[in-house]
């Protein structure tokens, strides 16, 4: 019994000495990745602020438009999809109407 027990405890040194090296690999793994992972909690912030506030992704919209087509481009895409959505809208209400009428 004694035998077995001392074997059991040489066997619990061996593994707790084999966990000790995996934690410090690990924690040198984490090291090397930080910055990388630092970069990507920055765009996970930026997608939360994003979210938080639309109006920035509808001003960034606005600006590269606008770079790109000048003000009265801007001014014709904007008027194309306000057309677009009053037809969108025309259509969903003739269609939910002949739905509930039947």
């Given at each position: 019994?004694?035998?077995?027990?001392?074997?059991?405890?040489?066997?619990?040194?061996?593994?707790?000495?084999?966990?000790?090296?995996?934690?410090?690999?690990?924690?040198?793994?984490?090291?090397?990745?930080?910055?990388?992972?630092?970069?990507?909690?920055?765009?996970?912030?930026?997608?939360?602020?994003?979210?938080?506030?639309?109006?920035?992704?509808?001003?960034?919209?606005?600006?590269?438009?606008?770079?790109?087509?000048?003000?009265?481009?801007?001014?014709?895409?904007?008027?194309?999809?306000?057309?677009?959505?009053?037809?969108?809208?025309?259509?969903?209400?003739?269609i939910l109407s002949h739905l509930t009428a039947h």
């Amino acid at each position: 019994m004694d035998r077995e027990l001392s074997q059991l405890l040489l066997r619990r040194g061996e593994i707790l000495g084999r966990i000790r090296q995996q934690r410090v690999e690990v924690s040198e793994l984490a090291g090397q990745l930080k910055p990388a992972l630092n970069w990507a909690d920055r765009g996970l912030s930026a997608l939360d602020h994003v979210r938080q506030h639309p109006y920035v992704a509808g001003m960034v919209a606005l600006l590269v438009l606008w770079r790109r087509r000048g003000l009265l481009g801007v001014l014709g895409s904007g008027f194309k999809m306000w057309r677009s959505w009053r037809m969108f809208a025309l259509l969903r209400n003739k269609i939910l109407s002949h739905l509930t009428a039947h």
